[in-house]
């Protein structure tokens, strides 16, 4: 049996503290010592996966190279610790009981009356274990969704305390996360609601090893002292995670606070040699010290919630410390968008991306943009549903054929240029059904893409059910919009430019999933690139 480590991550107080922020900032530190680090979030809901989840609801769906929807807390994840994650490292409660359910339906229960303990319980014990069992680590981060004291979360805080005595106290930490609140009218940081919710999670057998306290204001040493006496932790295991500037601060300020030493401490790992983070900060640098702003406006129909295009945020971060630009990312609602007050919220920008999406609702307010940036040459990235409005966009007002639509919109349109994969026509359920996942994609050389790429076969990520209907491909083409990366099994159109323009390429899969902070993704670094350079002349 590998001889891995764990590490579970509980909230209290409030949800929204930042677990996958902490989480990945601790699994960077530890793999910047030389471990190898993973992080899996189990998550209380009821969905076998986010992907049928409204984005309003709990912000972007991350999809992973096995074509997982997950959380999105995945993204950061991979954001922070560069490589990839899979299947394994989101469960919900609805794949946890799904999966018992079949297990019941096979009979192998053995005619034992099923129940959260031990049935589900073990299942979601097996399932913390899985990859710490694959052998390819050394400790695995299990950030735990929810708020301890939630009936939801219980079954998982029991699976946790279960597990800590069966792999033993020297190899399981517990990191407890809450909030510290600050109150104006008596100008102190209060410590109750801490005190209470460490009292909820002892409740349930469990003795938090770690405090990490999200609070507005520094933690003197008296509340400090106050809360490892009353929380039952070292003075030192008392961390401060104070409201930071940007999310990449936070493994600087953790390693400041000691999280990584007292975790080590706790598992009885060696803490000799520094994290190296050199990267890390060079990127940070970066990041702080632009030397140009530049606006780029987001067209998208949930841009009222952050959450909802988070991967897109992150990667224009990671590009624009690779350009040394701050870049401005302009929230601009689809439904605003009309042909006539086009010019009105886009002749100041320096680029505009389309953002992906599903259903009608706001599209004819993202062709309307997508026509006035490429008329007006400023440059353009579309993404999944912006690449397929571009195309529409382009048959409409180029090709003439001004009925052009995708048939996910419009089921009748006499120019379906975006319709249904062929694939997709017999499928019933909306859940895991869609194209997901890492597929391949040839580039056509000389293209602007692969110029970027700089490689001719490029994989990269997915999810949607309507593609380029190739019927049209020749006609765009002739006419200057090309697709020039396709897929080499499937020959569906991946990737669609134009030429006679600064910056205009629209794509069928998703890049945000795959940008990190030290791989920023080539195309948005290419975008940004162009961006800045409109912005100078
Ligand atoms: N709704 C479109 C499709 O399913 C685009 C999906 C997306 O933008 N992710 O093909």
């Not at 770690?210 to 609070?215: D, E, G, I, Q, Y």
């Not at 190296?276 to 606006?295: E, G, M, V, Y």
Request: charged share 20%.
């Amino acid at each position: 049996m590998p001889n891995t480590k764990y590490v579970f991550v509980t909230g209290g107080v409030t949800s929204s503290l930042g677990k996958g922020i902490v989480s990945a900032s601790l699994a960077n530190l530890l793999q910047a010592r030389g471990l190898k680090a993973t992080i899996q979030k189990f998550d209380p809901y009821i969905n076998v996966d986010p992907g049928t989840l409204n984005p309003y609801e709990h912000g972007e769906c991350f999809v992973t190279d096995d074509g997982a929807e997950t959380d999105l807390d995945l993204g950061h994840y991979e954001r922070f610790l560069n490589v990839c994650t899979s299947q394994a490292n989101n469960v919900t409660t609805g794949r946890i009981y799904q999966s018992v359910i079949e297990k019941e339906r096979r009979g192998e229960f053995l005619g034992k009356t099923v129940q959260v303990i031990p049935h589900i319980t073990n299942e979601i014990k097996e399932r913390m274990q899985l990859l710490g069992n694959s052998g390819a680590y050394d400790l695995v981060i299990t950030e735990i969704g929810g708020t301890v004291g939630d009936i939801e979360s219980l079954p998982y805080i029991e699976a946790v305390r279960q597990l800590r005595w069966e792999l033993g106290n020297e190899n399981c930490v517990v990191i407890h996360l809450t909030l510290v609140p600050y109150l104006s009218a008596a100008a102190e940081l209060k410590t109750k609601p801490t005190q209470h919710s460490v009292k909820t999670l002892m409740e349930s057998g469990i003795n938090a090893d770690v405090l990490v306290c999200r609070t507005e204001h520094e933690l003197s040493e008296s509340i400090r002292t106050k809360l490892a006496l009353f929380c039952n932790v070292k003075r030192e295991a008392v961390i401060q995670s104070i409201d930071a500037s940007t999310i990449y601060d936070v493994p600087l300020l953790m390693h400041k606070e000691g999280l990584d030493r007292v975790v080590l401490e706790k598992l009885g790992l060696p803490d000799i040699l520094e994290p190296d983070l050199t990267n890390w900060k060079a990127f940070l640098k970066r990041h702080k010290n632009p030397k140009q702003h530049i606006r780029i406006g987001l067209v998208g129909k949930y841009v009222e919630l952050q959450d909802s295009y988070k991967s897109i945020l992150e990667a224009f971060i990671h590009a624009g410390a690779a350009n040394e630009v701050a870049v401005d990312v302009i929230s601009i609602h689809s439904e605003d968008l009309t042909p006539e007050n086009c010019t009105g919220h886009l002749k100041d920008l320096h680029g505009l991306l389309v953002a992906p999406g599903f259903g009608s609702r706001g599209i004819e307010g993202k062709i309307s943009a997508i026509q006035y940036v490429r008329e007006q040459k400023i440059p353009f990235f579309g993404i999944c549903l912006g690449m397929q409005m571009a195309v529409i966009e382009y048959a409409r007002n180029v090709l003439g054929l001004s009925s052009a639509n995708s048939t996910e919109m419009d089921g009748d349109t006499p120019h379906p240029v975006i319709s249904l994969m062929d694939e997709q026509k017999d499928i019933e359920n909306k859940g895991g059904t869609m194209r997901l996942g890492a597929w391949d994609c040839t580039l056509t050389k000389g293209s602007r893409a692969h110029g970027i790429y700089k490689q001719e076969n490029i994989s990269e990520r997915h999810r949607h059910r309507y593609e380029v209907n190739n019927a049209y491909l020749a006609n765009l083409s002739k006419n200057g919009l090309k697709a020039t990366g396709i897929n080499p099994k499937t020959a569906l159109a991946e990737i669609v430019e134009i030429d006679a323009h600064p910056w205009f390429v629209g794509v069928q899969y998703h890049p945000e999933y795959k940008s990190t902070v030290l791989t920023p993704h080539p195309l948005f670094t290419d975008f940004v690139k162009a961006c800045s350079e409109y912005a100078n002349q």
